[in-house]
RNA sequence: GGCCAGUUGGUGAAGUGGCUUAACACACUACCCUUUCACGGUAGCAUUCACGGAUUCGAAUUCCGUACUGGUCACCA
């Protein structure tokens, strides 16, 4: 060993520590923070992002603080971004960010900024993390340099073993303090380490204190107590080189000057953490919206758990789509749960998207919540009632491409009958409500449809009970009097008339009156016509009905009940 | 186990010391409207805010304790 060399041992940096690590990088964080300058936004505008990991998953809690972030974005005129959080390349999915895509457009919830493969939409990309390597090294290079991070070679079986006695001496577990072996090695042994291979992390030295508290600030909870931080996590791993969530995500939302983070609760714990790097970079800290979790009660316990992929279909998006609620319900229902303010204030403005109103992250149950579905059904078959019928026509035409096409091919080539049926009490004032959601929509209105009802004979009368039938040659002489009318008024007293003549009262209440006067009343009448022409005992307002058959119609399927009932 | 949070009807919840005999909505029940169903209308549905104590003239609301529930303690996000 020569004089030079020797010297040079012996004046070994973190300089000299970083520059081992990381020979490549030659941009320092300045220059990061003059690529991706503040957005140029006015007082009150928000940031705000989706940043799923590419399952290509998106739950109903994904979708619930998506909502939000949308709301809070669009509201204040700012930007909505969708990060690819792919740091594990283990959990990733082929297409993930399509599918994401895909049901974020399906819900309305486009990103503002976005990036698909090589495709970048946005002045603050790579929007997807596995393409921010030189970013975030860069940023580790500097935490090295100002001595706020460092290379740990503990193994996994040198962790486990820590975490064990840790568990037995019944302290803290983790990688902090005494524990944090790696944390003082000398940058000599280190370097050493490394230029003899030794696979490494990189962890964030923390200053912290575990028995000093400090108090964070949550737009939904409030005033929290925390612990500070004092654990030494990784920020690199060993094998890719790319870095934690927890290191990634802080880097991210701060570059991509994002000013408002929405996310489950579950990452209330970590927020001393994440903080505390913030800090070590001298950052302002977003503010946090930690939401409450969607919670499920258990059949078999009682209890309140956290809804889960596994026991609870509804968890998935997809569980939505396959049943046809539009995606606005799914939406509302969400709002309502965010604010349950909502709902009055989408009665007062009508005519305003959700995307107007104003969401308020204190007026959010602290507490997590149950999702309701029949409150779901509820909004849903509101929210139909208010469509037009090509509105109507169109949403089921959609479901049905995919779920139903035998369905969706005779709503295409009878379109004319289908909208005619759709328009039935709909379009005006108090709309009937009976469509909960696209796939239910056939079962109610299939007998409307020639080939299905003269298809089924099976089932086409199953339902019927006898008793409640008047004579069928009374029917007849109905039907061979029966004329078209414009109005349902009209076409009443038509029939009203025809009751009286065969002495039938004219309404059920007169006939109560005195029931030994009348064979029966109007309504029976009524009854039986709606058991031969629908097949069910339940039908919408049997005037539209008629309509919509005609007279043609009407003979064809009361010849058709004649030869049913003879069999 | 440590740390953090939560607990108001079957459900989502309002409520931040007196205006609360606890809003509103879903569900449920009854009645009304009505040719059936749905819609719509009216009424009912927590004498009490997990429990115990304290502060106060006064507490669902403040404080302390207990119980229960949830979250979190990975080179996963």
């Known amino acids: 060993m020569d004089a030079f060399s020797y010297k040079k041992e012996v004046f070994m940096t973190n300089h000299d520590l970083a520059e081992l690590i990381f020979p490549n990088i030659t941009k320092t964080i300045d220059d990061y923070e003059k690529q991706y300058p503040e957005r140029n936004l006015g007082e009150g505008v928000k940031v705000t992002r989706f940043a799923p990991s590419p399952t290509g998953f998106i739950h109903i809690g994904n979708l619930l603080s998506t909502v939000i972030d949308y709301v809070l974005a669009k509201n204040s005129n700012g930007i909505f971004y969708l990060r690819n959080e792919d740091t594990d390349k283990a959990r990733e999915k082929e297409n993930a960010v399509d599918l994401i895509m895909k049901t974020l457009s399906h819900y309305d919830l486009f990103p503002d900024e976005y990036q698909i493969e090589e495709e970048i939409h946005g002045e603050y990309g790579p929007y997807i993390q596995s393409k921010r390597k030189e970013i975030y090294h860069t940023f580790i290079k500097y935490l090295i340099e100002i001595g706020r991070a460092y290379p740990c070679f503990c193994t996994k079986e040198i962790l486990e073993e820590t975490r064990n006695s ?5 302290v803290r577990t983790g990688y902090y303090g005494n524990y944090a072996f790696c944390r003082n090695l000398t940058i000599e042994e280190q370097i050493q380490r490394i230029k003899r291979g030794d696979p490494y992390v990189i962890r964030f030295k923390s200053l912290g204190d575990f028995e000093k508290k400090f108090i964070f600030n949550d737009l939904v909870k409030g005033k929290i107590e925390l612990p500070m931080n004092d654990q030494d ?30 996310r489950g609760e579950e990452w209330l714990s970590s927020v001393p953490l994440h903080i505390e790097l913030f800090q070590a970079f001298g950052w302002k800290v977003p503010k946090y919206i930690h939401i409450p979790l969607l919670l499920k009660k258990d059949e078999e316990t009682g209890n309140a758990r956290k809804i889960s992929k596994r026991k609870d279909p509804e968890f998935s998006m997809s569980y939505y789509e396959e049943k046809g609620y539009p995606s606005l319900a799914v939406i509302e229902a969400l709002m309502t749960i965010a604010n349950s303010n909502y709902e009055e204030w989408h009665q007062q403005h009508p005519d305003l998207k959700f995307t107007s109103f104003p969401f308020s992250p204190k007026k959010m149950s602290t507490s997590g919540a149950y999702f309701d579905l029949e409150k779901l ?32 091919k005779l709503l295409k080539s009878e379109k004319e009958r289908s909208l005619a049926i759709f328009n039935i009490e709909r379009e005006q004032k108090k709309p009937r409500k009976d469509f909960i959601n696209w796939s239910g929509v056939k079962n109610q209105i299939s007998y409307l449809y020639d080939s299905y009802f003269f298809e089924d004979y099976e089932k086409t009368y199953q339902d019927l009970t006898e008793e409640e039938e008047i004579e069928m040659d009374l029917l007849k002489a109905y039907i061979d009097s029966y004329q078209e009318k414009e109005s349902e008024s009209e076409w009443f007293e038509d029939i009203k008339n025809f009751a009286i003549h065969h002495n039938y009262a004219p309404s059920p209440k007169i ?11 109007v309504g029976m009448i009524c009854e039986t016509l709606r058991h031969v022409i629908t097949g069910k005992k339940e ?12 007279k043609e119609g009407l003979i064809k399927r009361f010849e058709f009940f004649q ?3 003879l069999k």
């Open 539 to 550: 039908s919408p307002n049997l005037f539209q009905i008629l309509k919509i058959i005609g």
């Open 377 to 408: 059904d509820h909004l849903s078959k509101n929210y139909i009632s208010t469509l037009t019928k090509e509105e109507v026509y169109q949403g089921v035409l959609s479901w049905t491409k995919k779920y139903d096409p035998s369905f969706h």
């Open 166 to 170: 840790q568990e037995t001496d019944k």
């Open 563 to 565: 030869k049913q009932n």
């Open 233 to 262: 996590v990784p920020i690199m791993k060993s094998d890719n080189q790319l870095p934690t969530y927890h290191f990634a995500h802080i880097v991210d939302d701060h570059l991509m000057r994002t000013t408002h983070v929405v």
């Open 511 to 521: 006939y109560q009156e005195d029931p030994t006067l009348y064979k029966g009343h």
